[in-house]
């Protein structure tokens, strides 16, 4: 789908991932719809990428972000909340507020810009999942759950909708990406209140990751991994789970 001009709501636009993804989608000519909590964060962005404000937070159900929205051509899902530890420490409300953030909001949205998208003819969807949905991850069992919701969401999602055709002009049908990043150098860590101290992976700039957004929209690529090498775990641990979790026992610990 052509950027240069499309309307593009992004979630999560007040920092990292969303934040570097309105920037480029603005370099790439969209006009940019930024969502958020933070108010002052997103207006350094909005003055950055002309793009208009509309906080929310997601996970308040009647935040009615789509209605406020208006129309939408492509909707990058990419707000989320991390939280780390043993299952049992976890409180419900923590496992609620980050089903009803990282996947029911998305789900909720998508269900509700859809329909102009498909009367209109075209549109593109983006979800930000992680590694952590494909692979699952050690004490990250509920975010790694939102995750894997979305993935499936996404790929199902595909099936359903008309399919794009002349992918890079102004095809019509509508494209379903879900973007699958690793490590990436953002708040993401600190603010789930257990900072990413591993060596490796090396944290990724979320700049690449927002590349890699705006480029799967223009091609409508299906499924996209941020750094590409991030294919070969997913990969096996599809074709052989029993190495990959010997592996990971051994080498997964955070
Ligand atoms: N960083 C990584 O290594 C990594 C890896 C894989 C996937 N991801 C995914 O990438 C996405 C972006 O994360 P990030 O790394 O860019 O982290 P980040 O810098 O912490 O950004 C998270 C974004 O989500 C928004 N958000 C969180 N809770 C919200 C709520 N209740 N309502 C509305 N917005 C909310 C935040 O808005 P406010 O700041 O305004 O509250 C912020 O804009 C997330 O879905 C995350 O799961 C990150």
Redesign the pocket.
Known sequence: MRLAGARVLV??????????TALELSARGARLVL?????D??AGVAARTGGEML??????PS?DLAVRAGRVDVLV??????WSGPLTRMSGGTAE?MI???LT?HVQLTRLLLPGMLERGRGHLVY?????GVVGVREEAV?AA??AGLLVFAESLRYELPPVDGAGVDGKGVGVTA??????????????GRP?TRRRPE??P?ER?ARAIATAVERDRAEVYVPAWLRVPARLHGAAPGVFRVLARRFGRP
């Open positions: 979630t999560g636009a007040s920092s990292g991932i969303g934040a570097a969502s958020g909590r933070d108010q964060a997103l906080p929310a937070d997601l996970s308040d935040a899902a990419c707000a989320g909340e991390g507020r009803a953030v990282n909001a930000v999942a992680s590694i952590a975010y939102t995750k973007v699958v990043p690793g490590v990436v150098d953002t708040p993401f860590f600190a603010r789930r990413y944290p990724v979320p990751v």
